[in-house]
Structure formats: C-alpha cells, structure tokens
C-alpha cells in the first residue's frame, strides 16, 4: 500500500504523520487500527503515528494519540516533508 506522508521532527520526538481522506473517521475501529499500523510499519516501525485529514477548507485536522497532536498541530505544512511511503498490504 502506498500513502503519502512525512516524519516530522519535533523538541520531543519524530512523528510520522500519514495524509488520509476525511471518511478514514467513518472506517469501522478495527479498519482504522489496522491502517494505522500500516503506516507505523511503512514509516519504518519506530516511530508513533498521527493522520492528518484531507480538508475542502484547506485546515489541518489531525486525528491519533491525543499526546502527539499538540506536538505536530503549530508545524506549518510547508515545513513537513511529504513523500510517497510504501506500507505492508498485510499486518
């Protein structure tokens, strides 16, 4: 599977941070548990991982831990580096 997304490296820790499509929110829980897993796999398995929602309105929503967001929420976008990542199908 491949997603796009960026590690963002903050004062605490690196974050990887996966783009989603805002009905990600609508998947069944165990559906998002394993995508999220996926892209904890595809960012190399060390890091924790956050989604950040596709917006109309060009504002940033994150979805995950409710420790990591603030962590990430002030990085301006233009300061992520975004890729295209490649995760295990399988988990």
Same mark, same amino acid.
Request: aromatic share 8%; no cysteine; charged share 30%.
């Given at each position: 599977?491949?997603?796009?997304?960026?590690? &963002?490296?903050?004062?605490?820790?690196?974050?990887?941070?996966?783009?989603?499509?805002?009905?990600?929110? $609508? @998947?069944? #829980?165990? *559906?998002?548990?394993?995508?999220?897993?996926?892209?904890?796999?595809?960012?190399?398995?060390?890091?924790? &991982?956050?989604?950040?929602?596709?917006?109309?309105?060009?504002?940033?929503?994150?979805?995950?831990?409710? $420790? @990591?967001? #603030?962590? *990430?929420?002030?990085?301006?976008?233009?300061?992520?580096?975004?890729?295209?990542?490649?995760?295990?199908?399988?988990?």
């Amino acid at each position: 599977m491949k997603f796009n997304g960026a590690l &963002v490296k903050t004062d605490e820790r690196v974050i990887g941070v996966a783009v989603v499509e805002n009905d990600f929110l $609508d @998947l069944d #829980p165990e *559906v998002r548990a394993k995508r999220l897993m996926q892209y904890h796999k595809g960012f190399g398995g060390q890091v924790p &991982v956050l989604v950040l929602l596709e917006s109309v309105e060009n504002k940033e929503k994150y979805w995950g831990r409710p $420790d @990591l967001i #603030p962590l *990430v929420k002030d990085v301006p976008l233009n300061m992520m580096t975004f890729k295209t990542w490649t995760a295990p199908d399988e988990v």
